[in-house]
């Protein structure tokens, strides 16, 4: 063992577990955050399953047999048995296909049942014949790319399952329809559209959320060692435009985690790729050909989107890291970003912004940093409008952002704010107290 | 350069405290003073890095406050503890510096060849200064804060932290520099010798105010004393 490297240990443990600036954002914020997080993942899958469990099914009996009855009175017998499941039945809607969205707006659900002419017909037969079976058409609409979007949709199968224990094997089966923009794709599962989305909307917002956490990580470290270098003061004597020294590093901490983040996004694609190539061939649903693949503008969009939104994180970060003394206490300082970059970024994985409620829905659009993530999802369902909002709000708050920051480089401040974490009070002007 | 009842207030410490004087051109001056004193505090208001509370300082006749810009044209600053970039080698420090003062390429390398003639570092300035001694570092230091020719040098310690051989040749180049450009020198030490050695004039503060000021020589002979330090030593007990 290297000589007096356990009291170094010890003494560099110490330090760290006594420096409130390595507590904070390692214990603290953690302890708030993944507690947060579960709060929020919990919630999501809560509310899918209670929005299973309390799904408003419209039954189509375009059959209107024994068997299509028998199987209605199945179903409303469910809510006897504890199922929180409304029924709504209508009859002899031919064909169905030119009436579903009229049928959704009118009951306000996601979901139809239709039971096709010859439903009864082939349960019968089945008796008699198991190679004849009945079917039901279930047509759900695509909403959004959470990842619990369609436990709705796995419960009807769920549901078909108990119909054919109380019958005989394997005498029902389902057919998926999904609507997708308003236009109806028959053969298509929704789950396999949205596991197909959710692999898609990962990469993309993957990308941003490595950029945004790996930008100001950067730009902090670059003004923190100037600081710690101590070469600020020259630099700051010298005949240069001060903000030239703001943008300087803006600019250069954005090409530095772009590379970053290419590297990343590239290695991170490539470990996807390898894990999908083994998913059932099910999944083998064309997005372009169902236009859910975004478009140049939404692309465009997406881009502008994330470069306001990494002007303001990095003019951010740069604004937190000139009020450190050096690089570990900027990056700590930086370190109580992350948790508004993470969690919106982690709870628009697992949830569909349209499906929250309104308070919540307003918190994720008041963080900034949600924005492209927000955006990534949109510009594959087309939703130019929120994405352009989104844009504007940001420009907006990246503009006070960056007029803080050039103000403060305009001023002495840059040289003589410190934060001081004892009692997490700002001082001011103590290096220059030295003389 | 002229600072005229220069008032600093950081909350409540009054750092610089109704502080004035005159440095003429091509002379180098001396801050002497106890710590805190607000030698390093008056440097850094005259190289625009700090504004006053109140009071004027005008550099060749500039007001530090509303010139500042133009200021930082003719002046050079070296503070005490300055660093430079480590991953940059002594080379691309001085040119990354030198470009900032220079109008062609042609005056970059002039730059960068009297700093290097300077520094006197040699080989070592293709090395980077993440592996420069502390002296090393200094030479370079001094060597960039001169090569531009400024009209003014604001040294802050410019011998800090060195051992004697280093602040002797540090000493030497400051001087050879002055005498050979005519450069105007303000410096602050805490080092009597050094500020007996390079200064022309020097102004003893204490808490933010002049206390003395003359040529070492008017000093040592005005309070009685064999050398600065005991000047130094009478000065501050007054005060």
Redesign the interface.
Same mark, same amino acid.
């Given at each position: 063992m290297l000589k007096g490297f356990g009291t170094f240990l010890l003494k560099e443990l110490k330090e760290l577990m006594r420096d409130p600036k390595i507590l904070l954002p390692m214990i603290v914020v953690p302890l708030v955050m993944f507690p947060v997080l579960g709060g929020v993942v919990g919630y999501a899958m809560q509310a899918a399953q209670e929005q299973a469990i309390k799904a408003a099914l419209v039954v189509v009996n375009n059959d209107c047999g024994n068997w299509s009855n028998t199987f209605i009175n199945f179903l409303q017998g469910l809510s006897a048995m504890g199922f929180n499941l409304t029924i709504y039945t209508e009859s002899n809607i031919k064909p169905l296909s030119e009436k579903v969205l009229e049928l959704l707006s009118k009951y306000n659900t996601t979901q139809i049942l239709e039971i096709p002419d010859g439903f009864s017909q082939n349960i019968t037969i089945h008796f008699n014949n198991p190679n004849v079976r009945a079917y039901v058409r279930l047509y759900s609409v695509l909403r959004g790319t959470s990842v619990f979007e369609n436990i709705g949709s796995s419960a009807v199968d769920a549901l078909i399952g108990m119909f054919n224990r109380q019958h005989a094997p394997d005498i029902l089966y389902s057919e998926k329809a999904t609507v997708i923009k308003g236009e109806v794709k028959y053969g298509v599962d929704p789950m396999a559209v949205s596991g197909l989305l959710m692999y898609q909307s990962i990469v993309l917002p993957m990308m941003v959320l490595l950029l945004i956490s790996y930008a100001p990580q950067i730009a902090a470290a670059s003004m923190a060692v100037e600081k710690e &270098?101590?070469?600020l &003061?020259?630099l !700051?004597? !010298?005949?240069?435009d001060r903000l030239a020294i703001l943008w300087g590093k803006l600019l250069s901490s954005i090409i530095v985690a772009a590379i970053g983040a290419v590297v990343y996004t590239a290695g991170y694609s490539y470990t996807l790729g390898s894990v999908m190539a083994g998913t059932p061939a099910r999944l083998n649903v064309d997005l372009a050909a169902l236009g859910l693949v975004p478009s140049t503008l939404g692309y465009l969009l997406l881009g502008l989107s994330l470069f306001v939104t990494i002007v303001s994180v990095l003019a951010l970060s740069v604004i937190l890291a000139a009020f450190a003394e050096d690089v570990r206490g900027a990056q700590a300082l930086v370190g109580n970003i992350y948790p508004m970059i993470f969690l919106p970024s982690i709870a628009l994985i697992y949830l569909d912004i349209n499906t929250l409620p309104l308070a919540f829905k307003l918190v994720l659009f008041a963080i900034p940093f949600s924005h492209p993530m927000i955006a990534s999802k949109a510009i594959i369902v087309g939703d130019l409008w929120t994405v352009t909002l989104g844009i504007i709000y940001v420009s907006a708050f990246t503009l006070v952002v960056m007029y803080a920051a050039s103000k403060l480089f305009a001023? &002495?401040k840059i !040289?003589?704010a410190k934060i001081k974490f004892k009692g997490l009070k700002k001082r001011?002007?103590?290096s220059? &107290?030295?003389? | 350069m002229e600072a005229s009842n220069v008032v600093k207030v950081f909350g409540s410490v009054h750092a610089l405290d109704g502080l004035s004087f005159k440095v003429k051109p091509g002379e180098i001056y001396g801050l002497i003073g106890p710590n805190g004193a607000g030698k390093t505090t008056a440097l850094r208001v005259v190289s625009t890095l700090l504004l006053p509370t109140a009071g004027t300082v005008k550099v060749f006749g500039l007001d530090v406050v509303e010139k500042a810009a133009e200021v930082r044209r003719i002046i050079s600053y070296l503070p005490e503890e300055a660093g430079a970039y480590r991953y940059l080698s002594g080379w691309e420090y001085l040119e990354f510096m030198a470009k900032f003062s220079a109008k062609s390429k042609d005056e970059v390398r002039a730059m960068v060849a009297e700093a290097a003639e300077i520094c006197g570092l040699g080989e070592r300035l293709k090395d980077k200064t993440k592996t420069y001694s502390k002296g090393m570092k200094r030479r370079l230091l001094v060597a960039r804060a001169l090569m531009a020719k400024p009209k003014l040098a604001i040294l802050d310690e410019p011998t800090s932290g060195l051992d004697v051989i280093h602040s002797y040749h540090v000493r030497e180049i400051i001087k050879k520099y002055v005498r050979e450009h005519g450069v105007t020198v303000l410096l602050s030490s805490h080092n009597m010798l050094e500020v007996e050695h390079l200064c022309d004039r020097v102004a003893l503060i204490n808490k933010g105010r002049l206390v003395a000021e003359g040529s070492p020589q008017e000093l040592k002979e005005k309070y009685g004393c064999s050398n600065l330090e005991e000047v130094f030593a009478k000065v501050v007990k007054i005060a």
């Amino acid at each position: 063992m290297l000589k007096g490297f356990g009291t170094f240990l010890l003494k560099e443990l110490k330090e760290l577990m006594r420096d409130p600036k390595i507590l904070l954002p390692m214990i603290v914020v953690p302890l708030v955050m993944f507690p947060v997080l579960g709060g929020v993942v919990g919630y999501a899958m809560q509310a899918a399953q209670e929005q299973a469990i309390k799904a408003a099914l419209v039954v189509v009996n375009n059959d209107c047999g024994n068997w299509s009855n028998t199987f209605i009175n199945f179903l409303q017998g469910l809510s006897a048995m504890g199922f929180n499941l409304t029924i709504y039945t209508e009859s002899n809607i031919k064909p169905l296909s030119e009436k579903v969205l009229e049928l959704l707006s009118k009951y306000n659900t996601t979901q139809i049942l239709e039971i096709p002419d010859g439903f009864s017909q082939n349960i019968t037969i089945h008796f008699n014949n198991p190679n004849v079976r009945a079917y039901v058409r279930l047509y759900s609409v695509l909403r959004g790319t959470s990842v619990f979007e369609n436990i709705g949709s796995s419960a009807v199968d769920a549901l078909i399952g108990m119909f054919n224990r109380q019958h005989a094997p394997d005498i029902l089966y389902s057919e998926k329809a999904t609507v997708i923009k308003g236009e109806v794709k028959y053969g298509v599962d929704p789950m396999a559209v949205s596991g197909l989305l959710m692999y898609q909307s990962i990469v993309l917002p993957m990308m941003v959320l490595l950029l945004i956490s790996y930008a100001p990580q950067i730009a902090a470290a670059s003004m923190a060692v100037e600081k710690e &270098e101590k070469t600020l &003061e020259t630099l !700051l004597t !010298l005949p240069i435009d001060r903000l030239a020294i703001l943008w300087g590093k803006l600019l250069s901490s954005i090409i530095v985690a772009a590379i970053g983040a290419v590297v990343y996004t590239a290695g991170y694609s490539y470990t996807l790729g390898s894990v999908m190539a083994g998913t059932p061939a099910r999944l083998n649903v064309d997005l372009a050909a169902l236009g859910l693949v975004p478009s140049t503008l939404g692309y465009l969009l997406l881009g502008l989107s994330l470069f306001v939104t990494i002007v303001s994180v990095l003019a951010l970060s740069v604004i937190l890291a000139a009020f450190a003394e050096d690089v570990r206490g900027a990056q700590a300082l930086v370190g109580n970003i992350y948790p508004m970059i993470f969690l919106p970024s982690i709870a628009l994985i697992y949830l569909d912004i349209n499906t929250l409620p309104l308070a919540f829905k307003l918190v994720l659009f008041a963080i900034p940093f949600s924005h492209p993530m927000i955006a990534s999802k949109a510009i594959i369902v087309g939703d130019l409008w929120t994405v352009t909002l989104g844009i504007i709000y940001v420009s907006a708050f990246t503009l006070v952002v960056m007029y803080a920051a050039s103000k403060l480089f305009a001023t &002495e401040k840059i !040289l003589t704010a410190k934060i001081k974490f004892k009692g997490l009070k700002k001082r001011k002007g103590v290096s220059a &107290e030295e003389s | 350069m002229e600072a005229s009842n220069v008032v600093k207030v950081f909350g409540s410490v009054h750092a610089l405290d109704g502080l004035s004087f005159k440095v003429k051109p091509g002379e180098i001056y001396g801050l002497i003073g106890p710590n805190g004193a607000g030698k390093t505090t008056a440097l850094r208001v005259v190289s625009t890095l700090l504004l006053p509370t109140a009071g004027t300082v005008k550099v060749f006749g500039l007001d530090v406050v509303e010139k500042a810009a133009e200021v930082r044209r003719i002046i050079s600053y070296l503070p005490e503890e300055a660093g430079a970039y480590r991953y940059l080698s002594g080379w691309e420090y001085l040119e990354f510096m030198a470009k900032f003062s220079a109008k062609s390429k042609d005056e970059v390398r002039a730059m960068v060849a009297e700093a290097a003639e300077i520094c006197g570092l040699g080989e070592r300035l293709k090395d980077k200064t993440k592996t420069y001694s502390k002296g090393m570092k200094r030479r370079l230091l001094v060597a960039r804060a001169l090569m531009a020719k400024p009209k003014l040098a604001i040294l802050d310690e410019p011998t800090s932290g060195l051992d004697v051989i280093h602040s002797y040749h540090v000493r030497e180049i400051i001087k050879k520099y002055v005498r050979e450009h005519g450069v105007t020198v303000l410096l602050s030490s805490h080092n009597m010798l050094e500020v007996e050695h390079l200064c022309d004039r020097v102004a003893l503060i204490n808490k933010g105010r002049l206390v003395a000021e003359g040529s070492p020589q008017e000093l040592k002979e005005k309070y009685g004393c064999s050398n600065l330090e005991e000047v130094f030593a009478k000065v501050v007990k007054i005060a």
